[in-house]
């Protein structure tokens, strides 16, 4: 069973989100922002890491760069943003797949995305 950390502020998205992935076979852990998520990485690596970019304690964007500078990155890294553009930083480099979503997004279509990445490495 794959295992997903699902990282953002909103509880109601979490919950939501979090149904939809376990209906779909995923193994899945939540965070509240991105210091908690970086603590249970570095414990428990994941297959899959989703992540709000606007938190408080750690944004998503500086949990990116922590990732890719402490080597805990997970083979998928997924951005869920109400934002118009993707994340862009020195982390993009060091990550081995940036996907980029749009909010809202429904927890089936999520698992869609995660299969087809995960999928295509044969995994």
Do not use: C, N, W
Not at 89 to 115: C, D, H, N, T
Request: proline share 7%; net charge negative.
């Amino acid at each position: 069973m794959k295992k997903v950390l699902l990282v953002d502020d909103d509880d109601a998205v979490r919950k939501i989100l979090a149904i939809g992935l376990r209906i779909e076979g995923y193994e899945v852990t939540q965070a509240e922002d991105g210091e908690a998520a970086l603590d249970l990485l570095r414990a428990d690596p994941v297959d899959v890491l989703i992540l709000d970019l606007r938190m408080p304690v750690m944004d998503g964007h500086t949990l990116l760069l922590r990732l890719a500078d402490d080597g805990v990155a997970p083979p998928l890294v997924i951005v869920l943003s109400a934002l118009e553009s993707p994340p862009a930083g020195p982390f993009e480099e060091k990550l081995q797949r940036l996907v980029y979503l749009r909010k809202p997004v429904a927890g089936a279509a999520l698992a869609s995305v995660i299969a087809q990445y995960l999928d295509s490495d044969g995994e």
